[in-house]
């Protein structure tokens, strides 16, 4: 798998691009079906359910969640 930012390969499951540091929101335990529905419906309960579920601060949930919302 390769950084969606920078491209370069992503050799450690880590929550952040161990190259230039964005966060890797295409990893499927860090996604599921209520985090994607809510994505659809109410952001800020996506960014928070993505928090809790994946130990991270809000600012890496909500860049995450604005990166996934792009891709959809």
Request: hydrophobic share 35%; glycine share 2%.
């Given at each position: 798998?390769?950084?969606?930012?920078?491209?370069?390969?992503?050799?450690?499951?880590?929550?952040?691009?161990?190259?230039?540091?964005?966060?890797?929101?295409?990893?499927?335990?860090?996604?599921?079906?209520?985090?994607?529905?809510?994505?659809k419906k109410k952001l800020l309960k996506?960014?928070?359910?993505?928090?809790?579920?994946?130990?991270?601060?809000?600012f890496d949930a909500k860049q995450a969640?604005?990166?996934?919302?792009?891709?959809?």
């Amino acid at each position: 798998m390769n950084c969606p930012t920078c491209k370069n390969p992503i050799l450690n499951p880590a929550p952040n691009c161990e190259w230039c540091g964005s966060v890797i929101c295409n990893s499927n335990e860090n996604i599921d079906n209520d985090i994607i529905i809510l994505i659809k419906k109410k952001l800020l309960k996506a960014v928070k359910l993505y928090k809790d579920r994946n130990s991270c601060s809000l600012f890496d949930a909500k860049q995450a969640i604005y990166k996934l919302k792009s891709n959809l």
